[in-house]
């Protein structure tokens, strides 16, 4: 059985819980020490109750909090060459294992397999969770949907999915012309209608939770966001969890098969 909880999710911060068996996984950390604490004590965790934090890109809302909450509690960090390069941090005190982007690997009950995604950062990752024949598949941060990404989603038991924006609400913004265009261009963040169309490309006859987060506060709300993959997969729109910043999403179970 794989449960998974999100600490938050949005520009302020971004973090998700994996667990499966003993282990306890950290997706993220882009938030400081105390908020991250009381956050996980909200799902009923600790640090101590980590296992490890997996990273999927060097931007300040997903590693903000990583590395000193690694350093306290002497969690390992995996991530890519690319990523640790670009956060530029001392690795004194840190327990770093850089991945391959393209090859799966095991902590505990669970198998992890990472995959490349469009995004302006280093060299960035999303990531596929698999134990119990269960699949939970992550998609943030990515501009455009590869036939890989395809490929790495398909057949999910469950998923959480990026819907950053909606792109009339983006145009008529007050944000600057560069800015929207990087929002919207291929390496930015998924648009409502794109994240929809998504899930029409892939199988989702085994999807038991779908989740979308990483919505933009300003340029999206998420009765658009749910309204679209709600359409997609011919489901009533109270089926769909949306990830907050302020809470995320409490704990969702998927099954052992």
Same mark, same amino acid.
């Given at each position: 059985?794989?449960?998974?909880?999100?600490?938050?999710?949005?520009?302020?911060?971004?973090?998700?819980?994996?667990?499966?068996?003993?282990?306890?996984? $950290?997706?993220? #950390?882009?938030?400081?020490?105390? *908020?991250?604490?009381?956050?996980?004590?909200? =799902?009923? &965790? +600790?640090?101590?109750?980590?296992?490890?934090?997996?990273?999927?890109?060097?931007?300040?809302?997903?590693?903000?909090?990583?590395?000193?909450?690694?350093?306290?509690?002497?969690?390992?960090?995996?991530?890519?060459?690319?990523?640790?390069?670009?956060?530029?941090?001392?690795?004194?005190?840190?327990?770093?294992?850089?991945?391959?982007?393209?090859?799966?690997?095991?902590?505990?009950?669970?198998?992890?397999?990472?995959?490349?995604?469009?995004?302006?950062?280093?060299?960035?990752?999303?990531?596929?969770?698999?134990?119990?024949?269960?699949?939970?598949?992550?998609?943030?941060?990515?501009?455009?949907?590869?036939?890989?990404?395809?490929?790495? $989603?398909?057949? #999910?038991?469950?998923?959480?999915? *990026?819907?950053?924006?909606?792109?009339?609400? =983006?145009? &008529? +913004?007050?944000?600057?012309?560069?800015?929207?265009?990087?929002?919207?261009?291929?390496?930015?963040?998924?648009?409502?209608?794109?994240?929809?169309?998504?899930?029409?490309?892939?199988?989702?006859?085994?999807?038991?939770?779908?989740?979308?987060?990483?919505?933009?506060?300003?340029?999206?709300?998420?009765?658009?966001?749910?309204?679209?993959?709600?359409?997609?997969?011919?489901?009533?729109?109270?089926?769909?969890?949306?990830?907050?910043?302020?809470?995320?999403?409490?704990?969702?179970?998927?099954?052992?098969?």
């Amino acid at each position: 059985m794989i449960r998974f909880a999100s600490l938050g999710s949005g520009s302020a911060g971004n973090a998700l819980l994996v667990e499966a068996g003993a282990s306890c996984l $950290l997706l993220d #950390c882009g938030f400081g020490l105390r *908020e991250t604490v009381t956050r996980l004590q909200r =799902l009923g &965790r +600790s640090p101590a109750d980590l296992s490890g934090i997996l990273v999927t890109h060097e931007h300040g809302d997903h590693v903000a909090g990583v590395f000193r909450l690694a350093r306290q509690y002497a969690l390992p960090i995996w991530l890519t060459h690319g990523t640790w390069v670009a956060c530029s941090q001392n690795d004194d005190g840190l327990d770093l294992r850089i991945i391959d982007s393209h090859r799966s690997f095991s902590f505990g009950e669970i198998e992890i397999q990472p995959f490349p995604v469009p995004h302006d950062a280093r060299e960035p990752v999303q990531y596929v969770f698999a134990a119990g024949g269960c699949r939970l598949g992550v998609l943030t941060d990515v501009g455009e949907i590869t036939p890989h990404v395809r490929a790495m $989603l398909a057949a #999910c038991d469950g998923l959480v999915l *990026e819907s950053n924006h909606d792109a009339e609400m =983006l145009a &008529r +913004s007050a944000y600057p012309a560069f800015l929207k265009r990087r929002i919207a261009g291929r390496f930015g963040h998924l648009e409502n209608a794109v994240a929809a169309r998504l899930l029409t490309q892939i199988d989702c006859s085994r999807l038991r939770h779908l989740v979308v987060a990483h919505l933009s506060e300003r340029n999206n709300l998420p009765e658009l966001a749910v309204a679209a993959v709600a359409r997609a997969l011919s489901c009533e729109p109270a089926w769909v969890g949306v990830a907050t910043p302020e809470s995320g999403f409490d704990w969702r179970e998927l099954p052992r098969q």
